[in-house]
């Protein structure tokens, strides 16, 4: 044992005692042990059960840090005390940077390595406390960090550390908050959770009085672990163009099209037939308040919670990309997920300069600020460490859910609405940097309401839910920067639950907002008809005082309550934005399915109908390609990075067509495909950099498309069927020795028997 430390005999295990630090420790031997548990519905995140080998003796503390041990620590390298707090004896409230300092901090005290425990070795000693000793790792109801970035668990592994970077640390032990805010889960061994590393309790930039994050931390004696070489990538952030060949749309011919934002998961589907879809498993039948923008390179991102409940722990982020010249959105998968935390209302903004910020918040955390943001130079390729806002006055309290609005005034401010905690409203928050953020005192007249700037510099804020004048929509205009508004009654019915109107200034300079004239019996207009009920597209050329309506084509009947809200159809909340090219995007989430609407302004400037048939797919179709051209884009090192071919097509918009492939900087290909007038053929492979298959679309004629996924080696993973984005046909799913697990089978849509192995 090495100098100084003292060690003792204690139930047979191994107790150090630091004669500098006092730090009881216990030695825990190598070992292998099955990690993970659960119930897929409710915590994917810690599936499957799989085989993990600690191939290495460790020492691990027997207690979390005190308090007065990291306050010593603290006051020794920043000379002032630490914004922690006390929590029975140990300290909670640290960032995982604090603690990963700490443990440096003892390594140079110690003249030993110290660190955070791996999440395997946490769980290895919470499953084994009793014998260990470290009987307190579980019945404290305080969280711990992890020296892990969060991952995926793979299905066997020797001393997993997580991958070599992300956006959240593994936290273990009790509940992030109170667990009463959740569908409580019974705490486990197994559970996992995940927040970014600088988050904490911090009084001088907390936004308010209440909450607070119990986290602490304890450490290991040991070498330190190995981590992944290569991080998973969200498809959203894979094969990102960082330029576009230049098209616009035919200003004088309208244009409209209606797509399914994804594939849709049936309402009664459970994580493991979506699995057997090949579909991400934390895709949900519940995917609402999307966050959309165009970025720099033409591409259309959405971001989106998917849930089975609002205000579960288990939502997460899903997030698609319409590449430019494609027809057909990506395959959703998860883009930003605080593992135990409902990470909730995401909001997507690209500022003058070609950057992207995603904000979104966290609304059943105490602890968490308004909203949090992660921003992108490269069209969302990849994205930044999650940043908390800075507060400049006191911040009263906020329901932490971003709208679908942000801008960049004249006045020189952002602002970012979020919806305000009293009542029916929302605040626009305001920043000049994007780092420090001011709270107006005035309140617009609607929760969830949608802004935007007026050409003489005032503000304009229309609807909401929950408030109506005489059954009306209100609108707010500001004139001093937010902090006060003038209310009055727009022609527009009052939102009812469900829906969120969203608003945009377009490139011709009208205004443009799209909404549900669908209201409650109670909340109806006097003078309304049935005739104007359902969705709408309107325009306005006086800065909002007068409305033209056009109806949108293509929406849904509302499925929850529709005798309620008359049958009207819907978009539920909604998004919009304008492409470079022209055409106006509409992001809509009545919940299942979700919808991209897609026209034109001669489109909504004209008197054009829908035309009978074609409920499923109502669309403007191009019929020729000119001329096509083949284009490269490089890596640094000279490699391509991608090949693929298109060209301008008789409606005026860029297309592909041709063979497209990219590339892995070494030069070997990661994916292939072939789209004819921007539409897939064929096979879409994407490939490890082993060259084995990851995934494959089939697509077959009128729509229709099989999706495989692979185990290394090319071995076949799962297998579904598709009509359009609708499940058709039989799933089934295989063990890696290619044995069948389950079939599930689905008629449009709906999962209609199941059979398990």
């Keep these: 044992m090495e100098q100084g430390s003292k060690v003792f005999r204690w139930g047979g295990k191994f107790k150090m005692s630091s004669a500098k630090i006092s730090i009881n420790m216990f030695k825990v031997k190598a070992d292998t042990f099955l990690m993970g548990g659960g119930d897929i519905e409710l915590r994917p995140d810690a599936l499957p059960i799989h085989k993990v080998r600690l191939s290495s003796d460790f020492y691990i503390s027997e207690e979390p840090i005190p308090y007065d041990l990291f306050e010593k620590f603290y006051r020794e390298k920043h000379h002032r005390q630490p914004d922690v707090q006390n929590y029975q004896g140990y300290v909670i409230g640290v960032s995982w940077y604090e603690a990963d300092e700490f443990c440096r901090w003892l390594s140079e005290k110690e003249a030993d390595s110290y660190r955070l425990p791996t999440e395997a ?157 090949g579909l991400n498993p934390s895709l949900r039948h519940h995917n609402h308040s999307p966050g959309f923008d165009v970025a720099p390179n033409g591409d ?60 979104w918040g966290w609304p059943e955390l105490r602890s968490a600020y308004p909203f949090q943001y992660t921003c992108s130079k490269d069209s969302g390729a990849t994205w930044s460490a999650i940043q908390f806002p800075r507060f400049t006055n006191h ?7 971003p709208v679908n609005t942000a801008f960049h005034a004249k006045d020189g401010y952002y602002y970012v609405v979020c919806d305000a905690s009293d009542g029916a409203a929302s605040v626009l928050w305001r920043s000049r940097d994007l780092i420090h953020w001011e709270n107006p005192r005035g309140r617009t007249a609607g929760r969830h309401s949608t802004a935007v700037e007026l050409r003489d510099g005032r503000l304009l804020a229309m609807g909401g839910k929950n408030s109506d004048i005489d059954g009306y929509m209100p609108k707010a205009v500001s004139s001093d920067h937010g902090d006060s508004w003038e209310v009055s009654r727009t022609p527009f019915p009052a939102c009812s639950s469900g829906q969120r109107p969203c608003i945009l200034r377009l490139q011709s300079g009208r205004l443009l907002m799209c909404g549900d004239f669908q209201t409650k019996k109670g909340k109806r207009p006097k003078n309304a008809t049935e005739k104007e009920w359902g969705s709408y597209a309107a325009y306005s050329e006086d800065e909002g005082e007068t409305w033209t309506l056009k109806k949108l084509w293509g929406t849904q009947k509302r499925k929850k309550n529709p005798e309620q809200f008359h049958g009207a159809h819907t978009i539920g909340y909604s998004v919009c934005r304008q492409s470079q090219d022209g055409l106006i995007h509409v992001i809509t989430s009545n919940n299942h399915p979700c919808l991209h609407l897609c026209f034109n302004e001669a489109w909504l400037l004209s008197a054009e109908e829908p035309s009978p048939g074609d409920p499923e797919l109502m669309r403007s179709k191009a019929f020729r390609i000119d001329s096509v051209k083949t284009y490269t884009e490089k890596y640094e090192n000279g490699n391509p990075k991608c090949v693929y071919s298109g060209g301008i097509a008789d409606d005026g918009r860029f297309l592909l067509h041709g063979e497209e492939r990219w590339f892995y900087p070494s030069g070997d290909l990661m ?47 799962s297998t579904g069927r598709y009509k359009g984005k609708i499940a058709q046909g039989m799933a089934q799913s295989y063990s890696r020795n290619g044995a069948l697990v389950s079939e599930v089978l689905f008629d449009n849509g709906k999962m209609i028997k199941e059979t398990i192995r």
């Design 121 to 277: 070795e946490w769980e290895y000693c919470a499953r084994n406390s009793r014998e260990i000793g470290t009987d307190r790792m579980c019945d404290l109801n305080m969280r711990e960090w992890c020296f892990d970035w969060y991952a995926a668990y793979s299905e066997e592994e020797t001393d997993p550390a997580g991958p070599d970077s992300g956006h959240f640390k593994v936290v273990r032990g009790g509940f992030l908050d109170d667990p009463a805010r959740y569908n409580a889960y019974p705490l486990e061994v197994w559970m996992r959770c995940s927040l970014p590393p600088d988050f904490r309790h911090d009084e001088e930039d907390r936004y308010n009085e209440f909450g607070r994050h119990p986290i602490g931390f304890r450490v290991v004696r040991g070498r330190a672990p190995k981590t992944s070489e290569n991080s998973p990538i969200p498809l959203v952030c894979l094969n990102v163009k960082q330029s576009r060949p230049v098209s616009r749309i035919k200003e004088d011919t309208p244009y409209f099209r209606k797509r399914y934002l994804f594939p849709v998961p049936p309402d009664n589907a459970s994580s493991r037939e979506i699995l057997a879809m």
């Design 671 to 717: 994916t292939y495909c072939t789209y004819k007038m921007g539409e897939r053929i064929g096979e879409y492979i994407y490939y490890d950099r082993t060259g084995d298959k990851i995934w494959s679309w089939e697509y077959l004629e009128d729509h229709n498309a099989i999706y495989r996924t692979y185990y290394k080696g090319n071995v076949l993973k």
């Design 395 to 401: 911040a009263d309290r906020i329901v932490r859910q």
């Design 300 to 359: 259309l991102i959405v971001s989106i919670y998917s849930s089975y409940h609002e205000y579960d722990a288990e939502v997460g982020l899903m997030a698609a990309r319409l590449r430019y010249g494609s027809e057909e959105w990506e395959a959703p998968d998860m883009f930003l997920n605080a593992v135990g935390v409902n990470d909730h209302a995401p909001l997507i903004y690209t500022d003058r300069d070609g950057t992207m910020y995603h904000f």
